[in-house]
Nanobody, 124 residues
């Protein structure tokens, strides 16, 4: 069992940056792939990025490539999503999730544990 808590969301102007954190407790984060998803009002929850347990396999959604960076500090049991050059269309609730799969899966159904989400609003 893994418990996940996101933090770092907030209001930012277009072009700005935010760093989201995902603190894990319970079993070691080292054993899991970590993913980030987001959900805008009235829309489905979409894949943002994922990093596997070793950190050597990373995937990003096309919409965030070159702007977002995912990382994971197994020693601190914490994952991160660095978001740069933010756009209004990045506005959503962002969720971190943990998967027992060994690869950086992009499939929402592959994730076993979810955080409660943190709101990111990009607006001037």
């Amino acid at each position: 069992q893994v418990q996940l808590v996101e933090s770092g969301g907030g209001l930012v102007q277009p072009g700005g940056s935010l760093r989201l954190s995902c603190a894990a407790s319970g079993r070691s984060f080292r054993d899991y792939t970590m993913g980030w998803f987001r959900q805008a009002p009235g829309k489905e929850r979409d894949f943002v990025g994922a990093i596997n347990w070793s950190g050597y396999s990373i995937e990003y959604a096309d919409s965030v490539k070159g702007r977002f960076t995912i990382s994971k500090d197994n020693a601190k049991n914490t994952g991160y999503l660095q978001m740069n050059s933010l756009k209004p269309e990045d506005t959503a609730v962002y969720y971190c999730a943990a998967s027992k799969r060994s690869w950086s899966t992009v499939v929402l159904g592959d994730y076993d544990y979810w955080g409660q989400g943190t709101q990111v609003t990009v607006s001037s």
